[in-house]
């Protein structure tokens, strides 16, 4: 089936699809068969520019909507009679441009989201299907022009791409199918130092559902990003962000976590595990309170340290269970949990104007070169990166929920054909 304007003269004879995704809207867009490209878009998020001054001389009314978990912004207009719904709300959200003689809206795959950005805008992420889906809802009629200058530009009606994901149900894609694979972008570094550094950050970037070898680029989500950053860490600002980095990649300072692994390495106590839960634990947490007991700490401190040791019999028993862990293996230090995240944070200190590229790479290589310091593979610091989380998010509200989201991570990246575990050494 061929309706929206298709591929034209578009020469793919020496251009590579910079992801897997793109290889196949380029695989239909040779076909020339816009179902079978609408059922790649089905399944991805797209990013697309939003302007980032929203003032008007108008009144208007800011509607926000959950869609898969990403937010679609709606601007009504009721003050101007009149003036076409469609044109006005589509023109003062998001930054249109013309494409011939029509105004459309670009989108953009991940890969192919521009290095340079018009002045004044910024690139949001969406769901396809639910963004587009919200747009017919609101009458918007805009076409949509996909991956503009690129052999997979093609133009979208909205209502007729609506309509499609409408008949199509099966077709369409949810934001947490996007975590059941890695992805990878082959326009960014896929070996090489920087690449192995990367993938210490592949646990949380396979749970943003974030190709695992993306730096991402200036103003990317620029909103979301630092919405996460001020809501999740409550960081503002470029202080509070390097103040985060600095904390995160801090090796002088154990935090509680690593405090226990310590005094159970220095007093032996638990080394070798028994294989019964019950022993381990309080062989644990006896080492514990003597060590307190010896300095003084306070009692306070003594039942957190108490607890975390609990955690740690219990969660390391869970994955000698579930091999994550060899049957009688044991984690040494959590610290890959704290560097997996500085790899991530440098990520979003880039998108929200934090730092620039060349210092998130400095950090993210930083943070890597520690993680193949500490650890034998990427086995040892998925291990270590499971037992930081569960310990710290688990007893924050459910720490078998928490394990076993984190399995499934750990599993997904060990076994994922297309994964830098698969294909990269730590060390």
């Avoid at 049957?327 to 620039?356: F, H, K």
């Amino acid at each position: 089936m061929t309706t929206d304007r298709g591929p034209g003269r578009a020469d793919w004879s020496h251009w590579t699809a910079p992801s897997a995704e793109d290889e196949a809207l380029l695989a239909a867009q040779r076909a020339d068969d816009v179902d079978a490209y609408l059922a790649v878009l089905a399944r991805l998020d797209v990013f697309v520019p939003r302007r980032e001054d929203q003032d008007s001389k108008f009144s208007l009314r800011k509607s926000v909507v959950k869609v898969n978990q990403l937010t679609v912004y709606g601007r009504l207009n009721n003050a101007i009679r009149g003036t076409s719904k469609s044109a006005l709300t589509v023109g003062l959200e998001y930054a249109t441009t013309r494409h011939g003689l029509r105004p459309v809206l670009p989108i953009h795959t991940r890969a192919l989201v521009p290095d340079e950005r018009p002045e004044g805008v910024y690139f949001h992420q969406y769901m396809f299907p639910g963004w587009v889906q919200e747009l017919a809802k609101q009458r918007q009629t805009v076409q949509l022009l996909v991956n503009p200058g690129t052999p997979l530009e093609r133009e979208l009606n909205v209502g007729k791409a609506a309509s499609w994901l409408k008949r199509n149900p099966r077709a369409v894609g949810r934001w947490v199918d996007l975590r059941t694979r890695v992805r990878t972008v082959f326009n960014e570094p896929f070996d090489g130092d920087l690449a192995r550094s990367l993938a210490c950050g592949a646990h949380l970037a396979l749970y943003n559902a974030v190709p695992w070898n993306t730096m991402g680029k200036p103003w990317l989500d620029y909103h979301s990003e630092r919405e996460t950053l001020r809501d999740w860490w409550g960081i503002e600002g470029p202080v509070q962000w390097q103040n985060q980095i600095d904390a995160l990649l801090d090796t002088e300072n154990p935090r509680p976590v690593d405090l226990v692994l310590g005094i159970r390495t220095e007093r032996g106590a638990g080394t070798r595990p028994t294989g019964d839960l019950a022993t381990d634990t309080a062989q644990l947490t006896e080492a514990v309170t003597a060590w307190s007991r010896d300095r003084g700490v306070p009692e306070e401190l003594w039942r957190e340290l108490s607890d975390i040791a609990r955690w740690v019999t219990t969660c390391e028993s869970w994955m000698r269970r579930d091999e994550v862990l060899p049957p009688e293996g044991i984690v040494t230090t959590q610290r890959g949990w704290d560097w997996g995240r500085c790899v991530n944070m440098a990520r979003w200190g880039l998108a929200s104007g934090y730092c620039d590229r060349t210092t998130a790479e400095q950090i993210v290589r930083y943070a890597g070169g520690l993680c193949a310091r500490a650890y034998a593979d990427w086995n040892e610091l998925s291990a270590a990166y499971v037992l930081g989380r569960v310990v710290k998010m688990g007893r924050q509200g459910n720490p078998e929920e928490t394990y076993r989201e984190s399995l499934g991570l750990h599993r997904t990246l060990m076994g994922d054909p297309g994964s830098p575990w698969r294909n990269l050494k730590l060390r």
